[in-house]
């Protein structure tokens, strides 16, 4: 790059506990993705839409990808519904490189769509991918989006999601992330207009010395809005994870409803779990609450199961998948979850759980 602009540091709250301090961007030449779709070109624009939902850069990663980007824009027009769900799959090949994909999806009034967009690197590529999500729903609109990280054992993810929704519409982010070094996303949902819904689901599994690091904002600018948020994660070997999440209430907002939970297994004396929930509430006749846990697999789930002849090791995984399969079962329709659960398996034969 020809020029390394100034990173945060762990002394921002937004990167508090992150691994931002090993970041040296200079390290990186600028790349891109090699990026596969099926079901884009029916809905592609053929104009850039970026601004729509993030209309200022969240940080300086943001700013990078807005300068530095390769753009998929998507437009689902009035009253139209994507049969075929679209899916879009960028590979990181290349070693060395920092690369900024953004896709840009925008639902017309009463439209409908489920996207799916994949991030794939091997074991041997150290490279940097900083990914941009923008997601506008307009009235009565419906989108469904799932992030699935694949990445490799020495690639980095720095991403932003960032949805915006209109009156009455639906919006779901949901977030796989399995892969990577240090991965994180800032998941970022305002609610503008009267009776918008938001959902945000992501289950996460850091294992050996991975770490995956979540930050995420549920704003409520108008009255009776609602939103949901659930992210469960599990951590073992010397794998860390991070949550930190804030419900806003603004002064417009009467009767918004805004839930937010985020539960952690650790499946080892070495892993660690941080969870920061947060409330910020401007005004009154509104429905809150937040809810964070950090432990170990319950003892009394896993004595219930050995008393029934199951064996303990057998027992630990049962308990892991049970642990993940309400944000499983909550995926979109359409979504293949088999591959998912058959990932989550492998890292737990990773950690000798079986």
Same mark, same amino acid.
């Given at each position: %790059?020809?020029?390394?602009?100034?990173?945060?540091?762990?002394?921002?709250?937004?990167?508090?506990?992150?691994?931002?301090?090993?970041?040296?961007?200079?390290?990186?030449?600028?790349?891109?993705?090699?990026?596969?779709?099926?079901?884009?070109?029916?809905?592609?624009?053929?104009?850039?839409?970026?601004?729509?939902? %993030?209309?200022?850069?969240?940080?300086?990663?943001?700013?990078?990808?807005?300068?530095?980007? *390769? #753009?998929?824009?998507?437009?689902?027009?009035?009253?139209?519904?994507?049969?075929?769900?679209?899916?879009?799959?960028?590979?990181?090949?290349?070693?060395?490189?920092?690369?900024?994909?953004?896709?840009?999806?925008?639902?017309?009034?009463?439209?409908?769509?489920?996207?799916?967009?994949?991030?794939?690197?091997?074991?041997?590529?150290?490279?940097?991918?900083?990914?941009?999500?923008?997601?506008?729903?307009?009235?009565?609109?419906?989108?469904?989006?799932?992030?699935?990280?694949?990445?490799?054992?020495?690639?980095?993810?720095?991403?932003?999601?960032?949805?915006?929704?209109?009156?009455?519409? *639906?919006?779901?982010?949901?977030?796989?992330?399995?892969?990577?070094?240090?991965?994180? %996303?800032?998941? #970022?949902?305002? +609610?503008?207009?009267?009776?918008?819904?938001?959902?945000?689901?992501?289950?996460?599994?850091?294992?050996?010395?991975? %770490?995956?690091?979540?930050?995420?904002?549920?704003?409520?600018?108008?009255?009776?809005?609602?939103?949901?948020?659930?992210?469960?994660?599990?951590?073992?070997?010397?794998?860390?994870?991070?949550? *930190?999440?804030?419900?806003?209430?603004?002064?417009?907002?009467?009767?918004?409803?805004?839930?937010?939970?985020?539960?952690?297994?650790? +499946?080892?004396?070495?892993?660690?779990?941080?969870?920061?929930?947060?409330? #910020?509430?401007?005004?009154?006749?509104?429905?809150?609450?937040?809810?964070?846990?950090?432990?170990?697999?319950?003892?009394?789930?896993?004595?219930?199961? #050995?008393?029934?002849?199951?064996?303990?090791?057998?027992?630990?995984?049962?308990?892991?998948?049970?642990?993940?399969?309400?944000?499983?079962?909550?995926?979109?329709?359409?979504?293949?979850?088999?591959?998912?659960?058959?990932?989550?398996?492998?890292?737990?034969?990773?950690?000798?759980?079986?």
């Amino acid at each position: %790059m020809t020029t390394t602009p100034t990173l945060p540091s762990t002394e921002e709250e937004i990167w508090r506990y992150s691994r931002i301090g090993e970041l040296n961007l200079s390290d990186f030449t600028l790349g891109t993705a090699r990026t596969e779709t099926v079901g884009v070109d029916a809905w592609r624009s053929s104009k850039s839409l970026a601004g729509i939902a %993030m209309t200022t850069p969240a940080d300086v990663f943001a700013e990078l990808n807005a300068e530095n980007g *390769t #753009e998929i824009a998507l437009t689902i027009p009035k009253g139209k519904i994507a049969e075929q769900v679209i899916e879009v799959v960028h590979h990181i090949d290349a070693d060395g490189i920092v690369a900024y994909p953004r896709l840009v999806i925008d639902a017309e009034e009463n439209s409908e769509v489920t996207v799916i967009e994949r991030f794939v690197s091997n074991d041997s590529i150290r490279s940097l991918v900083v990914p941009v999500l923008e997601v506008r729903a307009a009235k009565s609109a419906r989108v469904n989006y799932i992030a699935i990280n694949e990445l490799g054992a020495k690639t980095w993810q720095i991403g932003h999601q960032q949805a915006v929704g209109h009156r009455d519409s *639906t919006t779901r982010l949901n977030t796989v992330a399995l892969g990577g070094d240090y991965a994180r %996303m800032r998941a #970022e949902v305002r +609610l503008v207009e009267q009776g918008a819904n938001a959902q945000q689901l992501a289950l996460y599994f850091a294992s050996q010395t991975q %770490m995956h690091d979540f930050r995420t904002l549920q704003i409520h600018e108008a009255p009776r809005t609602h939103s949901d948020l659930l992210f469960k994660g599990a951590v073992g070997g010397t794998a860390r994870s991070v949550y *930190t999440g804030l419900i806003k209430i603004g002064k417009n907002a009467a009767h918004a409803e805004a839930f937010q939970t985020n539960r952690n297994l650790t +499946l080892g004396d070495g892993a660690w779990a941080e969870s920061v929930p947060n409330l #910020e509430i401007e005004t009154n006749e509104v429905k809150c609450s937040h809810a964070s846990t950090v432990g170990s697999i319950d003892e009394e789930q896993r004595f219930y199961l #050995e008393s029934r002849g199951i064996a303990p090791d057998v027992a630990e995984r049962l308990i892991v998948f049970g642990f993940f399969n309400d944000v499983l079962d909550r995926l979109p329709r359409g979504i293949d979850t088999a591959p998912l659960r058959a990932a989550v398996a492998a890292k737990l034969d990773a950690e000798g759980v079986k």
